[in-house]
């Protein structure tokens, strides 16, 4: 097939394009609120195991699958009351939820990587409830960069990244959140953070109470979220957090009003949300040769700071 169009504006053609190749097994890389996902037909584990290969993703660390409705996800897991209300209150949005999985549940065991849970959430973009309810399946997807690089929040970077393993991109703008989904286990009585991400822990804990937070990493042999390994979300130069100035050869990513010679600012008014939209794009922009490393300013550890410094700390993480 040819590749030359393998970019396109999500038209009503393109959908109907993106819907036929996913029900055919094929991947569609498509945006999101939070970043672009490489989305698979999430019943097919043909189709599931062509994302692990095209991101080289190991086959331990489970998929979110993405939904168009709350009664698709009742079909494939059980909501409690608290789950229930989690995804009447952040449904449509950036909150991943990690639920028992129904038996009988029309998903690739692949896809949660054999786990008895599974993650779920109904993205907050049009392209890609558009292109759910076209295909009509659950689709299985990743970020959809390599794994461990940085996540693609512009079609561009998806190209980059994956380039001629997807066959076709859906091209929606810039990613709203910037960040990832914040996913929440609340399989068991204790509802735990196993990541955080576009929701603030904050805003959860205002809705169902106290979340634990879980500080696994990927130095347990089996961490309860498998894919929060060490070192990911990385660009090719290292990163640098918590940086207050920059040193010699270093590009600085700035934040809020700075002295500081900042080659990027991720919000020069200071604002969380602004700076997670732009987090990964811009570190995309300074992963340049001309720099030694990238270094970062310090990010409040609050709202969606939480997440950025999450990210941050991933990227620079020893490398694998
Ligand atoms: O915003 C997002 O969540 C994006 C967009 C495309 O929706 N997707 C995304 O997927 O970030 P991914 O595969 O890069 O991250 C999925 C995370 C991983 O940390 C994975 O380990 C965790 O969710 N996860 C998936 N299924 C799980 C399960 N059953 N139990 C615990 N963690 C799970
Ligand atoms: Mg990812």
């Not at 040193?247 to 919000?267: C, D, I, M, V």
Request: aromatic letters at 4%; glycine letters at 8%.
């Amino acid at each position: 097939m040819k590749l030359r169009h393998a970019i396109e504006r999500p038209t009503r053609r393109a959908a109907l394009r993106a819907a036929r190749l996913l029900r055919a097994g094929r991947l569609v890389a498509f945006p999101t609120e939070t970043v672009y996902g490489l989305g698979a037909d999430a019943t097919s584990d043909r189709a599931v195991a062509g994302i692990y290969a095209a991101k080289r993703r190991p086959r331990h660390n489970p998929l979110i699958i993405h939904v168009a409705s709350l009664a698709e996800a009742r079909r494939l897991a059980r909501f409690d009351a608290r789950a229930e209300a989690l995804a009447r209150a952040f449904w449509p949005g950036p909150l991943t939820l990690v639920l028992a999985r129904r038996a009988g549940a029309r998903l690739s065991r692949l896809a949660s990587a054999g786990l008895r849970t599974v993650a779920i959430r109904i993205p907050d973009d049009r392209v890609a409830l558009d292109l759910l309810r076209r295909t009509g399946r659950p689709l299985a997807a990743p970020s959809a960069n390599r794994s461990g690089g940085v996540s693609p929040t512009r079609a561009a970077h998806v190209r980059l990244s994956l380039g001629g393993r997807v066959s076709l991109i859906l091209d929606g703008g810039p990613c709203r959140v910037g960040v990832e989904s914040t996913v929440l286990d609340v399989s068991s009585p204790r509802a735990r953070l196993l990541r955080p991400g576009g929701v603030p822990l904050e805003t959860l804990e205002a809705t169902i109470g106290a979340i634990e937070v879980d500080s696994a990493t990927t130095e347990e042999a089996r961490p309860a979220s498998p894919g929060r390994l060490l070192s990911h979300y990385a660009p090719q130069r290292p990163v640098r957090p918590g940086a207050s100035e920059p040193r010699a050869g270093e590009a600085y990513l700035a934040f809020g009003r700075t002295n500081q010679p900042a080659t990027l600012n991720l919000s020069p008014t200071g604002n969380l949300a602004e700076a997670a939209a732009n987090l990964f794009a811009m570190l995309q922009a300074l992963d340049r040769p001309e720099f030694s490393a990238i270094a970062v300013a310090p990010i409040p550890q609050r709202g969606l700071g939480r997440a950025i410094n999450d990210r941050l700390k991933r990227a620079a993480a020893p490398r694998r």
